[in-house]
């Protein structure tokens, strides 16, 4: 049986993390370099005679800008793991459903447990299948 083709936007967008990383080796360098520049803006105050309203403009901007990298930085990797998890959910549901030799014609214990996450019931009688690539289906 071989493998479906196409789809590969759909499956960057949705799996692929490189660009995540990316950001997030580009945000590391903002915030080391960001970082030298306060170093060197707070030492400058120390030695040299400035004015200190303008002092307190770069150094409140300085920070501001290590601030908003640092705040984006330390959501990615939880977007990243995200990712992978969805991605290697997705290649577990397909690996289980292309190993399937013929179609799908009754109940298959180990198709079930093979693609389903869980399964819940609630007191009002919905049902909210959630399966190994992450889809939900509510009844």
């Known amino acids: 049986m071989s493998k479906p083709s196409g789809g590969g936007s759909v499956k960057t967008a949705l799996f692929d993390a ?4 990316a950001e997030r080796n580009e945000l590391q360098s903002e915030m080391t370099v960001v970082a030298e ?17 303008k002092y307190i403009r ?3 901007g300085l920070v501001d800008r290590f601030d908003k ?10 977007q990243i793991q995200e990712r992978t998890v969805r991605r290697q959910a997705a290649e577990s549901f397909l690996a289980v459903t292309l190993k399937r030799k013929t179609p799908l014609t009754g109940f298959d214990e180990q198709f079930w447990y093979a693609t389903v996450e869980t399964k819940t019931v609630y007191n ?15 009844r």
């Open 58 to 60: 770069r150094y409140g």
């Open 37 to 53: 520049m306060i170093e060197k803006c707070v030492d400058a105050n120390t030695h040299r005679k400035q004015a200190q309203s």
């Open 124 to 138: 009002d009688g919905r049902l909210l299948f959630r399966f190994r690539d992450g889809t939900e289906i509510e």
């Open 69 to 78: 990298a640092r705040s984006r930085f330390t959501e990615l990797p939880e």
């Open 18 to 21: 490189s660009a995540l990383e």
